[in-house]
């Protein structure tokens, strides 16, 4: 292994899939190595039911010039993290860097629809496991983490700070989980900084994952085919654009002046020079602003 990163020890916490799977892969591309975890396998589907598995994962980030090391784990239960961590340190001796990417509620919220309508175990779901699993995974993680200084903590989300604090996020339930893990990166900003470490939120804009794909017929080669319905879909990008910008936080030996901080994969792209795979430099969260919000005709001119 080559690269960057190829001394480091990465763990993408829901990597089965979407962001996950592009974050593992351009670490992998790196040099690092990566434990991917989720809790689809090639033996074993979650209740998604999909036909991505944490093994496809893993060889993606091996055939990308990493390590993938993919294992089952489901990261509501504490003793499943316990065990994951205990093999890292055992198999490692360390870990540079902890993607917290566990989601798993696109079926569970329900869209414009308010809390007293929305089914009420889907929100309460959709809440444990786009926020406990994240409290869970840092506890048993982070102490490892901060075996040696420089640690990087990223957690993923849906939205800057700015944007989702003055705009309503699809429903009460998705809109608190979203905006819950960009305060869980600035109090692990304060609790990691002074140890030596660097926490994160970090979004994607438009993410072209597979089951958005999916969603409006298309895949990765003509995904341009949905524009005729979906016109602002022309901001979107790949799952490994974001990827790079984890990339680029994990070799950056100054990351702790974001410590804390809420980013995204557009406006990191415009500090440290990294495109999409097709080259362009889809700035999403400024597109919505001032395009898609505010009522503008779909253009992506000067966005991407």
């Known amino acids: 292994m080559s690269g960057p990163l190829k001394d480091k020890v990465a763990l993408?916490?829901?990597?089965?899939?979407?962001?996950?799977?592009g974050i593992a892969?351009?670490?992998?591309?790196?040099?690092a190595s990566v434990y991917v975890t989720g809790r689809t396998t090639r033996a074993r589907r979650s209740e998604y039911d999909r036909p991505e598995t944490i093994e496809d994962t893993a060889d993606l980030v091996t055939a990308a010039g990493g390590r993938g090391i993919a294992v089952p784990a489901d990261h509501l239960v504490p003793s499943e993290v316990r065990t994951l961590v205990d093999r890292i340190a055992a198999e490692q001796g360390r870990l540079d860097v902890l993607v917290n990417d566990v989601w798993g509620g696109e079926r569970l919220f329900?869209?414009?629809?308010?809390?007293?309508?929305?089914?009420?175990?889907?929100g309460l779901r959709l809440l444990r496991l786009a926020i406990e699993t994240h409290a869970i995974t840092s506890h048993h993680a982070l102490p490892l983490l901060l075996r040696r200084p420089g640690g990087l903590v990223v957690e993923m989300t849906d939205g800057t700070a700015e944007y989702n604090a003055a705009t309503y996020r699809v429903s009460f339930f998705y809109d608190l989980a979203k905006s819950a893990v960009l305060r869980m990166a600035f109090?692990?900003?304060?609790?990691?900084?002074?140890?030596?470490?660097?926490?994160?939120?970090?979004?994607?804009?438009?993410?072209?994952?597979?089951?958005?794909?999916?969603?409006?017929?298309?895949?990765?080669?003509n995904w341009r085919d949905a524009l005729e319905r979906v016109p602002h879909f022309g901001i979107s990008e790949t799952p490994f654009f974001v990827g790079r910008a984890v990339a680029a936080l994990a070799a950056d030996p100054e990351r702790a002046r974001w410590n804390g901080a809420s980013l995204s994969s557009g406006g990191l792209a415009r500090t440290y020079g990294f495109t999409d795979r097709d080259g362009s430099r889809p700035d999403a969260w400024r597109y919505l602003v001032e395009v898609q919000d505010a009522g503008q005709p779909a253009d992506t001119t000067g966005y991407r």
């Open 110 to 122: 329900e869209w414009d629809t308010p809390v007293w309508e929305h089914d009420l175990d889907n």
């Open 12 to 21: 993408v916490a829901g990597a089965t899939r979407g962001a996950g799977r």
């Open 187 to 221: 109090a692990l900003g304060q609790e990691l900084g002074p140890r030596g470490a660097t926490a994160v939120a970090l979004t994607p804009g438009w993410l072209r994952s597979e089951m958005m794909l999916e969603n409006f017929g298309v895949t990765e080669d």
């Open 25 to 31: 892969v351009e670490l992998g591309a790196a040099g």
